[in-house]
Protein backbone atom coordinates (compact mmCIF):
# COMPACT_ATOMS: atom_id res chain seq x y z
CA UNK A 1 0.00 0.00 0.00
CA UNK A 2 1.39 3.61 -0.67
CA UNK A 3 0.23 6.63 0.48
CA UNK A 4 0.04 9.91 -2.39
CA UNK A 5 0.76 13.37 -1.87
CA UNK A 6 0.10 16.18 -4.64
CA UNK A 7 2.87 17.36 -6.49
CA UNK A 8 1.23 20.61 -6.20
CA UNK A 9 1.27 20.32 -2.38
CA UNK A 10 3.98 22.55 -1.42
CA UNK A 11 3.37 25.26 -4.26
CA UNK A 12 0.21 25.88 -2.15
CA UNK A 13 2.00 26.87 1.24
CA UNK A 14 3.35 29.98 -0.66
CA UNK A 15 -0.09 30.93 -2.32
CA UNK A 16 -1.24 34.29 -0.37
CA UNK A 17 -5.29 35.00 0.00
CA UNK A 18 -6.10 35.94 -3.24
CA UNK A 19 -4.62 32.95 -4.59
CA UNK A 20 -6.08 30.83 -2.30
CA UNK A 21 -9.41 32.26 -3.00
CA UNK A 22 -9.61 31.90 -6.61
CA UNK A 23 -8.07 28.44 -6.54
CA UNK A 24 -10.96 27.18 -4.26
CA UNK A 25 -13.60 29.30 -6.66
CA UNK A 26 -12.15 27.53 -9.60
CA UNK A 27 -12.21 24.13 -8.04
CA UNK A 28 -16.08 25.04 -6.94
CA UNK A 29 -16.48 25.78 -10.47
CA UNK A 30 -14.51 22.48 -12.20
CA UNK A 31 -16.93 20.42 -9.16
CA UNK A 32 -20.33 21.89 -9.55
CA UNK A 33 -19.98 21.99 -13.44
CA UNK A 34 -18.37 18.38 -14.54
CA UNK A 35 -20.49 16.57 -16.18
CA UNK A 36 -22.84 19.38 -17.03
CA UNK A 37 -24.44 19.47 -14.03
CA UNK A 38 -24.96 23.54 -13.97
CA UNK A 39 -23.55 26.04 -16.78
CA UNK A 40 -21.26 28.46 -16.11
CA UNK A 41 -23.90 30.72 -15.72
CA UNK A 42 -26.32 28.61 -13.24
CA UNK A 43 -23.05 28.21 -11.15
CA UNK A 44 -22.81 31.95 -10.73
CA UNK A 45 -26.10 32.51 -10.16
CA UNK A 46 -26.23 29.51 -7.52
CA UNK A 47 -23.11 31.86 -5.94
CA UNK A 48 -25.16 35.02 -5.52
CA UNK A 49 -23.40 36.60 -8.97
CA UNK A 50 -23.78 37.35 -12.19
CA UNK A 51 -21.87 35.45 -15.34
CA UNK A 52 -20.30 39.00 -15.74
CA UNK A 53 -18.40 38.75 -12.69
CA UNK A 54 -17.28 35.21 -12.23
CA UNK A 55 -15.45 35.94 -15.64
CA UNK A 56 -13.79 39.05 -13.75
CA UNK A 57 -13.20 36.90 -10.66
CA UNK A 58 -11.63 33.29 -13.15
CA UNK A 59 -10.26 32.97 -16.34
CA UNK A 60 -7.28 34.15 -18.58
CA UNK A 61 -9.11 37.63 -18.84
CA UNK A 62 -9.76 38.19 -15.45
CA UNK A 63 -9.15 40.95 -13.53
CA UNK A 64 -10.26 41.38 -10.40
CA UNK A 65 -9.99 39.58 -6.84
CA UNK A 66 -12.38 37.87 -4.84
CA UNK A 67 -12.96 40.69 -1.55
CA UNK A 68 -14.24 39.56 1.54
CA UNK A 69 -18.16 40.35 1.05
CA UNK A 70 -17.55 38.50 -1.97
CA UNK A 71 -16.07 35.36 -0.59
CA UNK A 72 -18.28 35.09 2.12
CA UNK A 73 -21.54 35.58 0.02
CA UNK A 74 -20.37 32.41 -1.92
CA UNK A 75 -19.64 30.54 1.21
CA UNK A 76 -23.69 31.67 2.42
CA UNK A 77 -24.67 30.94 -1.09
CA UNK A 78 -22.86 27.16 -1.18
CA UNK A 79 -23.45 26.31 2.39
CA UNK A 80 -19.75 26.60 3.17
CA UNK A 81 -18.00 26.96 6.60
CA UNK A 82 -17.22 30.71 7.16
CA UNK A 83 -13.87 31.09 6.16
CA UNK A 84 -13.91 28.59 4.02
CA UNK A 85 -12.98 30.20 0.69
CA UNK A 86 -9.72 31.44 3.02
CA UNK A 87 -8.34 28.34 3.71
CA UNK A 88 -6.64 25.85 1.51
CA UNK A 89 -8.29 22.48 0.73
CA UNK A 90 -6.18 19.62 -0.96
CA UNK A 91 -8.38 17.73 -3.59
CA UNK A 92 -7.89 14.25 -3.58
CA UNK A 93 -5.48 13.70 -6.26
CA UNK A 94 -5.71 12.46 -9.87
CA UNK A 95 -3.71 9.54 -11.24
CA UNK A 96 -1.66 12.21 -13.45
CA UNK A 97 -0.78 14.10 -9.95
CA UNK A 98 0.61 10.88 -7.54
CA UNK A 99 3.85 11.60 -6.44
CA UNK A 100 4.28 8.31 -3.82
CA UNK A 101 6.26 8.62 -0.89
CA UNK A 102 7.10 5.13 0.12
CA UNK A 103 5.32 2.42 1.41
CA UNK A 104 3.34 1.91 5.07
CA UNK A 105 2.27 -0.86 7.05
CA UNK A 106 -0.56 -2.01 6.79
CA UNK A 107 -2.89 -0.91 8.97
CA UNK A 108 -3.32 2.73 7.85
CA UNK A 109 -6.55 4.29 6.01
CA UNK A 110 -6.12 7.77 4.10
CA UNK A 111 -8.16 10.35 5.43
CA UNK A 112 -9.39 12.24 2.36
CA UNK A 113 -11.90 14.92 3.81
CA UNK A 114 -14.35 16.17 6.28
CA UNK A 115 -18.28 15.45 6.02
CA UNK A 116 -19.79 18.58 7.76
CA UNK A 117 -23.25 17.30 8.75
CA UNK A 118 -26.34 19.27 7.52
CA UNK A 119 -29.68 19.87 9.72
CA UNK A 120 -31.52 17.88 7.02
CA UNK A 121 -29.25 14.70 6.65
CA UNK A 122 -27.11 15.72 4.28
CA UNK A 123 -23.66 16.17 4.20
CA UNK A 124 -21.21 18.80 3.09
CA UNK A 125 -17.79 17.78 1.60
CA UNK A 126 -14.54 19.24 1.90
CA UNK A 127 -11.80 17.60 0.49
CA UNK A 128 -7.98 17.38 2.00
CA UNK A 129 -5.09 15.68 1.94
CA UNK A 130 -4.84 14.68 5.93
CA UNK A 131 -3.68 12.07 7.66
CA UNK A 132 -4.08 8.47 8.75
CA UNK A 133 -6.59 5.91 10.74
CA UNK A 134 -4.62 3.56 12.32
CA UNK A 135 -6.87 1.06 11.44
CA UNK A 136 -6.49 -1.88 8.76
CA UNK A 137 -9.04 -2.53 6.01
CA UNK A 138 -8.93 -5.18 3.63
CA UNK A 139 -9.83 -2.70 0.82
CA UNK A 140 -7.15 -1.27 -0.82
CA UNK A 141 -9.30 2.00 -1.66
CA UNK A 142 -10.40 2.38 1.83
CA UNK A 143 -10.77 5.95 3.09
CA UNK A 144 -11.26 8.19 6.04
CA UNK A 145 -13.92 11.25 6.51
CA UNK A 146 -13.65 13.08 9.69
CA UNK A 147 -17.36 13.93 10.52
CA UNK A 148 -18.34 17.45 11.92
CA UNK A 149 -21.71 18.27 13.60
CA UNK A 150 -24.25 16.57 15.13
CA UNK A 151 -27.06 15.20 12.90
CA UNK A 152 -25.29 11.61 12.94
CA UNK A 153 -25.56 11.78 17.09
CA UNK A 154 -25.73 9.03 19.15
CA UNK A 155 -24.39 7.14 16.52
CA UNK A 156 -21.77 8.90 15.11
CA UNK A 157 -20.39 12.01 17.14
CA UNK A 158 -18.82 15.28 15.70
CA UNK A 159 -14.94 14.81 15.37
CA UNK A 160 -15.43 10.99 14.87
CA UNK A 161 -13.83 9.48 11.94
CA UNK A 162 -15.60 7.16 9.22
CA UNK A 163 -14.12 4.36 7.51
CA UNK A 164 -15.09 4.02 3.96
CA UNK A 165 -14.97 0.98 1.37
CA UNK A 166 -15.59 1.66 -2.30
CA UNK A 167 -15.04 -2.13 -3.27
CA UNK A 168 -17.25 -3.69 -0.13
CA UNK A 169 -21.08 -4.94 -1.86
CA UNK A 170 -23.98 -3.49 0.39
CA UNK A 171 -27.06 -4.95 1.44
CA UNK A 172 -30.10 -3.92 2.95
CA UNK A 173 -29.36 -2.83 6.72
CA UNK A 174 -26.25 -1.12 5.78
CA UNK A 175 -24.66 2.23 6.63
CA UNK A 176 -23.62 3.63 3.41
CA UNK A 177 -22.30 7.45 2.02
CA UNK A 178 -24.33 7.89 -1.04
CA UNK A 179 -23.72 10.61 -3.72
CA UNK A 180 -26.64 11.20 -5.74
CA UNK A 181 -26.62 11.88 -9.45
CA UNK A 182 -27.57 15.89 -8.07
CA UNK A 183 -24.29 15.71 -5.92
CA UNK A 184 -25.90 15.48 -2.60
CA UNK A 185 -23.69 13.53 -0.02
CA UNK A 186 -25.33 11.47 2.53
CA UNK A 187 -24.43 8.81 5.44
CA UNK A 188 -27.42 6.74 6.02
CA UNK A 189 -28.90 2.92 6.70
CA UNK A 190 -29.77 1.79 3.32
CA UNK A 191 -32.90 -0.34 2.94
CA UNK A 192 -33.71 -1.60 -0.89
CA UNK A 193 -37.42 -2.16 -2.25
CA UNK A 194 -38.80 -4.61 -3.68
CA UNK A 195 -38.87 -2.45 -6.89
CA UNK A 196 -35.34 -1.85 -6.96
CA UNK A 197 -34.92 1.80 -5.28
CA UNK A 198 -33.41 2.67 -1.92
CA UNK A 199 -34.56 3.84 1.51
CA UNK A 200 -31.86 5.80 3.27
CA UNK A 201 -33.06 5.96 6.72
CA UNK A 202 -30.87 8.22 9.37
CA UNK A 203 -29.71 6.85 12.86
CA UNK A 204 -31.33 10.35 14.34
CA UNK A 205 -35.03 10.08 14.34
CA UNK A 206 -35.26 13.82 13.88
CA UNK A 207 -34.68 13.15 10.14
CA UNK A 208 -37.28 11.17 7.67
CA UNK A 209 -35.91 8.80 5.65
CA UNK A 210 -36.15 9.48 1.74
CA UNK A 211 -37.01 7.06 -1.29
CA UNK A 212 -34.35 7.65 -4.27
CA UNK A 213 -34.24 5.56 -7.50
CA UNK A 214 -31.31 3.38 -7.98
CA UNK A 215 -30.49 5.44 -11.22
CA UNK A 216 -29.85 8.82 -8.65
CA UNK A 217 -27.40 6.83 -7.03
CA UNK A 218 -24.10 8.39 -8.61
CA UNK A 219 -21.85 5.91 -6.12
CA UNK A 220 -23.08 3.96 -2.68
CA UNK A 221 -19.79 2.84 -0.55
CA UNK A 222 -20.34 0.24 2.28
CA UNK A 223 -19.27 2.57 5.87
CA UNK A 224 -17.13 -0.09 7.58
CA UNK A 225 -16.14 1.53 11.00
CA UNK A 226 -16.65 4.40 13.13
CA UNK A 227 -13.19 5.88 14.75
CA UNK A 228 -12.55 7.64 17.65
CA UNK A 229 -10.18 10.45 16.89
CA UNK A 230 -7.41 8.61 19.24
CA UNK A 231 -6.88 6.99 16.14
CA UNK A 232 -6.10 9.41 13.84
CA UNK A 233 -1.94 10.22 12.97
CA UNK A 234 -0.50 12.38 11.21
CA UNK A 235 1.76 11.96 7.39
CA UNK A 236 4.80 12.50 9.51
CA UNK A 237 3.78 9.72 11.98
CA UNK A 238 3.16 7.02 9.80
CA UNK A 239 5.90 4.48 9.99
CA UNK A 240 7.10 3.10 6.51
CA UNK A 241 7.75 -0.86 5.47
CA UNK A 242 11.74 -0.31 6.22
CA UNK A 243 10.53 1.48 9.49
CA UNK A 244 11.49 4.93 8.90
CA UNK A 245 8.79 7.96 9.35
CA UNK A 246 7.34 9.44 5.86
Known sequence: ?????????????????????????AHLLEEHTRGGKLTKAAFAEKCGLVA???????????????GDRTARKIELSLGLPNGWMDSIHQPHPQNDELEFAGSIRDGYVPVIGEAIMGVDGSVDMIELCAGFLQIYSADKDAYGLRVKGDSMFPRIHSGEFVVIEPNTAVHSGDEVFVRTSEG?????????????????????????????????????????????HTR???HDDVPRVDGEGI
Open 1 to 25: MSIYRSAKRCENVSMDNKEIRKANL
Open 52 to 66: AQLSQLLGENSFRNI
Open 184 to 228: KNMIKVMTKTREGNYVLSSINNEHKPITIDADQVEKMHFVSAIVK
Open 232 to 234: YVD
